[in-house]
């Protein structure tokens, strides 16, 4: 059961808080530190906080390219509330201005949230499913063996760091300005398979393309060995002929 709508008089805001009023018809204002008188018809309709959040996914279910599923395991991410007009920009905290913020960043947090049959979800939850939901795409782009396989002496591939650049790219500094958000870090966890048959057969795969590369630099040192027997026999019987 929804809360009624609270009506004040005048109302203290916190230090680093922000408090969205509104009227019938639409928001009427954000009110940052300090006490501010509130006028006839107005309710409060939401508060944020400015520090730093951070948050947490336990696992993401998502299906590679070759058609695996996975799970990304342990995310951790912090975000704040937007404080620039453009994507990719924002206002540097300063000593005189710790929490700077946009009217509009606090509008979108308030109003472009998920709402699900349980009703309206918070903030968080939201940041929450729109990291989740890019982890899942991310994944569904490559195949198993691109997530799996570690980049060694700088070869490989390096699919980690690709998510992280596609989290930190303009079409999704976009989507999460359009949540009021600002995405400063994000680890992706680690990854697993789902199915402990793929997982096995994955492994055996794996064996027998390691077996095959040993047999392979053991057939090549046998043919360099005999091929040097050969060619000292070679030379020892021309130094004979010539002595």
């Known amino acids: 059961m929804n809360a009624a709508p609270l009506v004040l008089d005048s109302l203290t805001v916190a230090r680093g808080d922000r408090v969205l009023f509104e009227r019938l018809d639409a928001p009427s204002n954000v009110r940052g530190e300090g006490r501010h ?27 590679t390219k070759d058609g695996i599923e996975v799970r990304v395991s342990d995310i951790h991410f912090y975000y704040r509330m937007r404080s620039g007009k453009r994507p990719g920009s924002h206002t540097r905290r300063e000593q005189h201005d710790p929490y700077p913020f946009s009217i509009q960043s606090v509008w979108n947090a308030a109003y472009n949230r998920t709402v699900t049959s349980l009703g309206l979800v918070s903030w968080h939850e939201t940041v929450k499913g729109a990291v989740r939901g890019l982890i899942g795409e991310t994944v569904g782009l490559r195949r198993f063996d691109e997530l799996a396989a570690p980049a060694i002496d ?55 393309k390691w077996v095959g590369d040993a047999k392979t630099i053991r057939a090549l040192g046998e043919a360099q060995r005999q091929a040097f027997r050969e060619l000292g026999r070679a030379q020892a019987q021309a130094t004979m002929v010539l002595s």
Do not use: Y
Not at 39 to 58: A, K, V
């Open 37 to 63: 008188f509130v006028t006839h018809f107005e309710t409060i309709r939401e508060t944020f906080n400015l520090d730093d959040q951070h948050g947490h996914i336990e696992a993401v279910a998502a299906t």
């Open 154 to 208: 700088n070869q490989g591939p390096k699919v980690r760091e690709e998510i992280n650049r596609k989290l930190a790219s303009k079409a999704t500094r976009e989507r999460f300005k359009s949540l009021g958000a600002e995405l400063l870090f994000c680890d992706i966890g680690h990854f697993a398979i789902v199915e402990p048959v793929v997982a096995s057969q994955i492994i055996d795969t794996w064996s027998a």
